[in-house]
Nanobody, 125 residues
């Protein structure tokens, strides 16, 4: 059973930085896509970034490209989202997701099978 647990959320000032972590367990994740999504109140779940577990190929949503960085540390079974220069519009619940059978660069939340519980990120202006 795949389990994903996010941590690191909280309150951050615009222009600051914050790092989210996703601890993954229950499986060998070789071949998996690991993704970060976010959802603000009243909005649909939005793709933020993804990384392939085996080769570390990364993909980013247009709204975070150049500001956020996704990475993984295979020895710790952990995926990170480094948020630099966050903006108030980045405020949302951030979710970690995983799937073994994605097409490269897939950005649809419907294609991910496994999800964490989410962590709140609030960016103050």
């Amino acid at each position: 059973q795949v389990q994903l647990e996010e941590s690191g959320g909280g309150l951050v000032q615009a222009g600051g930085s914050l790092r989210l972590s996703c601890a993954a367990s229950g499986r060998n994740f070789n071949g998996y896509h690991m993704g970060w999504f976010r959802q603000a109140p009243g909005k649909e779940r939005e793709f933020v970034a993804a990384i392939t577990w085996t080769y570390g190929v990364t993909y980013y949503g247009d709204s975070v490209k150049g500001r956020f960085t996704i990475s993984r540390e295979r020895a710790k079974n952990t995926v990170y989202l480094q948020m630099n220069s966050p903006k108030p519009e980045d405020t949302a619940v951030y979710y970690c997701a995983a799937d073994p059978n994605l097409s490269p660069g897939s950005r649809s939340p419907d294609e991910y099978d496994y999800w964490g519980q989410g962590t709140q990120v609030t960016v103050s202006s």
